[in-house]
């Protein structure tokens, strides 16, 4: 009941122009929950984007027969999921930064991902608070590469890093979310593609 109220008020925001969305303005703290959750699952798809980038344009920062494995594991993990939760999304993310990637894979994936918060700049878009940590975090220098494959400039051109506002709704309302399985995004289009990757090197 309580997750059905919440969708009406969304979309009642939504409706009058409200802008629900926006990291400057509040909202209930429901709504904020919903947004940090939804942020979250955006942030690990962008981060196996540009992991499939990496791999298909970088041959010295090759994943390991190892690395495939262990990211394989989480990738099916993450194809099973019909909700996907923003406390899985980070705990992905983690397990992925910590202890999967190296430190030059680390540094590359975070020059992507600056690279592309840039082009969202420029565009008229927001950072996410991922990527203001990166920025100021421990990516060392300018971003350099292509930022043209792997949903790298596809993810840095939405011009809301938290989605849209029927993904709020959807997502503050209990519904199954997985943004990654639906091929019709970026999102999904990058994860089927580092799924498809990751499955023929397992096989060889």
Do not use: C
Request: net charge negative.
């Amino acid at each position: 009941m309580k997750n059905t109220l919440l969708f009406f008020v969304i979309a009642a925001m939504f409706a009058t122009g409200t802008p629900v969305l926006s990291q400057n303005r509040g909202g209930s703290a429901d709504v904020q929950a919903a947004r940090e959750e939804l942020n979250s699952i955006l942030d690990l798809g962008r981060l196996l984007g540009f992991v499939h980038t990496m791999s298909d344009e970088q041959a010295q920062l090759r994943l390991s027969d190892t690395q495939v494995n262990e990211l394989l594991t989480i990738v099916r993990a993450i194809a099973r999921t019909s909700r996907l939760t923003g406390a899985a999304a980070a705990e992905y993310m983690a397990t992925i930064e910590d202890g999967i990637l190296n430190t030059r894979q680390l540094v590359y994936t975070d020059q992507l991902w600056i690279a592309a918060e840039r082009e969202r700049a420029n565009s008229g878009g927001t950072p996410s608070a991922t990527s203001q940590q990166r920025g100021s975090g421990r990516t060392p220098g300018e971003a350099t590469g292509s930022t043209t494959q792997g949903g790298s400039t596809q993810e840095g051109s939405e011009q809301n890093p938290s989605g849209s506002t029927s993904d709020l709704a959807a997502f503050a309302a209990g519904e199954d979310f997985n943004p990654l399985l639906d091929m019709s995004r970026p999102q999904g289009t990058s994860f089927h593609a580092l799924l498809e990757y990751l499955e023929g090197r397992s096989r060889r």
